[in-house]
């Protein structure tokens, strides 16, 4: 079964400071991994995935992330936080149910948050 | 705009009552989610759907049904036998295929008092 850890439940940080936001998963089998955002009451967003090729994935809002194989990690990071960047950040590893359909595992997410 | 809708966003029931959670969806995506959201503990999956009239129950199904009678909805009832059913449901749909993103609705908050 797969699985994802985020390491941190909160992270608090300094606005324009960077940030990392650790991520490690545990799969047997070629994966896909996704970063998601929330705001508070509101659903998810996509900030990022990978699928194959590059190893650095770009995503929005400035966001960059890292997919290690040998470490089985997928960090997520900003050069630089804004206030607005202010959310709860969600890994997430997918698999294929039979017959089709996405079966994401979530982590216990972290909690960013930019003070000034 | 395509997009998925949750109604109502907040909704409130009483102890031993039935209650259910609206999800539509026009991106015309084939499977579709429901999660629960606790804090501390993610999203769980309670059920999923990847064809019209036909669902598969997620990791915490007990006390929970659904439906999907038309490709665009999927409805979850939320029955008296849900030990513990405040929590924060969010809906998803997708394409099929582990490589594609899930959409998520804004989420239906439910308090039971």
């Known amino acids: 079964a797969q699985s994802v850890t985020q390491l941190d439940s909160q992270v608090p940080v300094f606005e324009e400071a960077p940030v990392e936001l650790r991520c490690n998963y545990s799969?047997?089998?070629?994966?896909?991994l996704f970063w998601y955002v929330q705001y508070p009451n509101q659903g998810l967003q996509l900030l990022l995935k990978y699928l194959s090729g590059s190893t650095l994935v770009k995503g929005i809002n400035g966001f960059e992330a890292e997919f290690n194989k040998s470490q089985t990690s997928f960090h997520l990071r900003k050069p630089s936080v804004h206030i607005s960047d202010t959310a709860e950040y969600f890994c997430?590893?997918?698999?294929?149910?039979?017959?089709?359909?996405?079966?994401?595992?979530f982590g216990t997410g972290t909690q960013l948050k930019v003070e000034l | 705009d395509g997009g998925i809708t949750q109604s109502p966003k907040y909704l409130f029931r009483k102890e031993g009552q039935n209650v259910t959670l609206s999800c539509e969806q026009n991106l015309n995506h084939d499977a579709m989610y429901w999660y629960r959201q606790d804090p501390g503990q993610g999203l769980r999956l309670i059920y999923y759907s990847q064809i019209v009239n036909d669902f598969q129950k997620g990791d915490i199904a007990e006390g929970y049904s659904v439906s999907r009678e038309k490709k665009e909805s999927f409805p979850l009832t939320v029955t008296s036998a849900q030990k513990n059913p405040t929590a924060f449901y969010l809906c998803?749909?997708?394409?099929?295929?582990?490589?594609?993103?899930?959409?998520f609705g804004q989420g239906t908050r439910l308090t039971v008092v």
């Open positions: 998803a749909s997708s394409y099929k295929g582990g490589s594609t993103e899930a959409f």
């Open positions: 997430a590893v997918s698999d294929t149910f039979t017959g089709g359909g996405n079966k994401l595992t």
């Open positions: 799969s047997s089998v070629s994966v896909y």
